[in-house]
């Protein structure tokens, strides 16, 4: 028998949602617990530091199982996750889902070579350690973490070389003029700029191929006055946020755009399934941290708590709305990918072979396009961008993760109901 | 001072801070890739954040893993594809 474990209310995301949501649970109920497939706690934006509310988490009475992974809802109030490749059963009354999102990754040509990372993915990676002084970097793709990720890496001793925006300036100005929205914003963003004082940023901006033998060593950027060479050790490249949607769907929850639909008490379509930040919503870190904490009070009954938080997630909704609207990809980048560019990483298809197919599944079944160990969480959104791609259903399948066959078999002896 | 933590990667002999992961070792210890293609094309990682595999390599003798996800502890041995 796999190990199991038992609680009221149990969260899976550690990040700003699953924290505020486990925070403000276990203030009413004792039998909380939070899992998460890193090393700590933190998510993708609080990762390798410490803050007052990583340390509220800690002090709190909810259990937090740091690298455990969820692999399939068992349904019933189950679902099979694995610690160290060893399964572990979950009970549970309710589940907030608090997955968080990825990056959006475009494909164009020399995007695979090593130093090509996320934009999100290279400061994630500097802050475990990957070493990034003295380096030259470019930042581009969209939305305000370019900034935020290419301060936090100047701050280590890098060299930005440049940071393209593909929104256009007027884009920009206008996200720049809503921010009276979010007074905290503002200081935050006169820090990035003192900070980034003296580096060329372009708009109207973006890569359109990586160059390089066996790692990147420049990078052409489009940009208003012509194509230019940007000679850089790494390249980081985000195009924006693509929910974690794939547990909520493949439990059953109903989707709507793309994203978890919810009410007013962040419940789901699933009776006892609640879902908080991202995967509901692209609107960062403010807006994760009160649906997070909405969803933990209504999961632990105080609905009066809960209503409390209402008003200040109706602000930061509209916040989302202007991110979405400023920041909205340009027609060029469906176009960024040659023939014979690699789409699919994990299987090595080029786009020539996954164009030939009129969906995603058939490009699945006849190209092996999304096939491979990542399960199309980087094709998929990209190829959805650029092709026009839909799969109503989602294309969550089980296990949501590759797992050792001690996970498997634990999986079997349970009786699925989704599965 | 928290102590180093001295790892292997392809046989090199690397000290690594606390805390970092397993594929930041394999960049200081000289490596630009962790994985090879199924075409044979090197790969790193790319989002940093556990779901896009680029970052696979073998760690302790567990195939497949995740290295951007791992945290080095004393006497890793991690070998990469492209070594």
Known sequence: MPREERCRILIVGVGPAGIAAACAAAEFDDSVAVLDDNPAPGGQIWRGEENPRIAQLRDSRARVFSGTRAIAPLGGGSFLAEKDGEPVLFHYEKLILATGARELFLPFPGWTLPGVTGAGGLQAMVQCGLPIAGKRVVVAGTGPLLVAVATHLRERGAMIEAIAEQAPRRCLLRFGAELWRAPGKIVQALGFEWTLRGVPRFTDAWPIAAHGENCVKAVLLETRRGARLFPCDDLACGFGLVPNVELAALAGCELHGGFVAVDEWQQTSLDGVLCAGEPTGIGGVDRSIVEGRIAGYAAAGRRDRARKLFAARRRLHAFSAVLTRCFALRDELRHLARADTIVCRCEDVPLRNATEHPTARSARLHARCGMGACQGRVCGPALDFMLGWTEPAGRARPPLYPVSMATLAAACEEEPTHV | ?83
């Open chain 2, 1 to 83: 001072m928290p102590e180093n933590i001295a790892v292997k990667v392809n046989g090199v002999a690397v000290l690594v801070a606390p805390g970092t992961s397993a594929a930041a070792a394999v960049i200081l210890a000289g490596f630009a890739a962790c994985r090879a293609s199924v075409t044979g094309a090197p790969r790193a990682p790319l989002c940093g954040m556990g779901i896009c595999f680029e970052c696979r390599a073998l760690v302790n003798g567990v195939a497949h893993t995740r290295t951007c996800q791992v945290t080095c502890q004393p006497g890793m041995v991690i070998s990469t594809d492209a070594a």
